[in-house]
């Protein structure tokens, strides 16, 4: 399978069964088919993603719904792509992660709202876990191979009305990802947007996933 080329086809992959021996690995191995693996403000390279204490709902870490949003929206060149791992899906049927293509979203707003998001600069403040200035900067900005896309709707007070239409319209476009024990998915971050479903576990949930950041050769 082409990693890199199902992904600038279809915004994401997904990739079954690839074994539970050595997670970090896999991830490591599928990045670095087409990108290389990078850490951010000195957190480890692959960082697991379940519930611990003392994280807002709306976090890696929390257990709430995450609403659809892109990945480091306040830092200055958020990662292109993020791999996630499936070591264990919420046994009890929550924290399912979801995906929608905010290229597809975009096509389907008025003009004037594509307008407004792409000259109106929004401020995006990191979550509570980190000490970062928050960014300033549009929600979409024009580029030769499509829009590059930073959102992240939960942490912003009063959005104004084309900002909460995109965000219905990403909602209208929603993937839910089927993966299961040993599943990789990678999507890019610059075009998709990615959330998840409450966990209904909450801090027992025995929900484990993996993450891993790919920047472009
Ligand atoms: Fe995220």
């Keep these: ?116 998001l792409q000259a109106h600069s929004i401020t995006f403040p990191p979550p509570d876990h980190i000490d970062y200035p928050p960014l300033t900067a549009p929600i979409i900005t024009k580029r030769d191979e499509g829009p590059f896309i930073r959102f992240r709707y939960d942490l912003l007070d009063n959005p104004p009305q084309p900002v909460q239409n995109f965000f219905a319209a990403v909602n209208d476009h929603l993937i839910h990802v089927d993966v299961s024990p040993g599943s990789i998915f990678i999507f890019d971050n610059d075009r998709m947007l990615h959330g998840r479903t409450e966990l209904k576990g909450g801090l027992t949930s025995d929900r484990h996933f993996k993450r891993l950041y790919g920047e472009v050769i």
């Design 1 to 116: 399978m082409n990693l890199l080329k199902s992904i600038q086809e279809n915004g994401y992959v997904l990739i079954k069964d690839v074994g539970l021996d050595d997670p970090d690995k896999a991830l490591e191995t599928a990045i670095s088919t087409f990108a290389h693996p990078i850490s951010y403000l000195g957190l480890p390279l692959v960082m697991d993603l379940k519930p611990k204490p003392g994280f807002q709902p709306a976090s890696y870490a929390g257990t709430g719904v995450f609403d659809l949003h892109t990945d480091l929206s306040w830092f200055e060149k958020p990662p292109k792509y993020i791999a996630m791992f499936c070591v264990m899906p919420e046994s009890a049927g929550g924290g399912i992660p979801l995906l929608a293509d905010g290229w597809q979203a975009i096509d389907a707003l008025d003009a004037a709202d594509v307008a407004y």
